[in-house]
């Protein structure tokens, strides 16, 4: 029982330090470039919640630290200017666009393996927040 309990305070504690993750507020490099690296893996994207300003170029550089699930990243937001959809690596890979319309964008891995939860499902996504 004893076991129980630490074990369901471990799972609400690791629970809650999640949900309260402060957004990652990108900064403007000199060049006029919102710069942020992600980390996609078993299920998570790190970090969580970017927040951009609208109207200024992003630059994501993504990378996977999964060696053998393959993982993918995924923003549909063709509304804002944004269609990315491309598989990761270990290797980092670099995502380029300018984020047209104030809004909270969805990142996710769509990969899914038959009569399995989705990656989506079990964690693995994000929020690109555009802002002015
Ligand atoms: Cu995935």
Same mark, same amino acid.
Do not use: W
């Given at each position: 029982?004893?076991?129980?309990?630490?074990?369901? =305070? +471990? !799972?609400?504690?690791? /629970?809650?330090?999640? &949900?309260? #993750?402060?957004?990652?507020?990108?900064?403007?490099?000199?060049?006029?470039?919102?710069?942020?690296?992600?980390?996609?893996?078993?299920?998570?994207?790190?970090?969580?919640?970017?927040?951009?300003?609208?109207?200024?170029?992003?630059?994501?550089?993504?990378?996977?630290?999964? =060696? +053998? !699930?393959?993982?993918? /990243?995924?923003?549909? &937001?063709? #509304?804002?200017?944004?269609?990315?959809?491309?598989?990761?690596?270990?290797?980092?890979?670099?995502?380029?666009?300018?984020?047209?319309?104030?809004?909270?964008?969805?990142?996710?891995?769509?990969?899914?393996?038959?009569?399995?939860?989705?990656?989506?499902?079990?964690?693995?996504?994000?929020?690109?927040?555009?802002?002015?």
């Amino acid at each position: 029982m004893k076991t129980l309990l630490t074990f369901l =305070l +471990i !799972v609400m504690t690791a /629970f809650c330090s999640m &949900a309260a #993750e402060p957004p990652t507020i990108v900064e403007i490099d000199k060049d006029g470039v919102q710069r942020v690296e992600m980390l996609g893996s078993e299920y998570f994207f790190k970090p969580g919640h970017i927040v951009v300003k609208i109207n200024v170029p992003v630059e994501i550089k993504v990378r996977k630290d999964a =060696l +053998i !699930v393959p993982h993918d /990243f995924v923003i549909s &937001a063709p #509304e804002a200017g944004i269609s990315i959809n491309e598989s990761l690596s270990r290797d980092p890979k670099t995502f380029f666009f300018t984020p047209g319309k104030v809004g909270k964008y969805p990142i996710y891995c769509s990969k899914k393996v038959p009569f399995m939860k989705s990656h989506r499902e079990k964690g693995m996504e994000a929020l690109l927040e555009v802002v002015e």
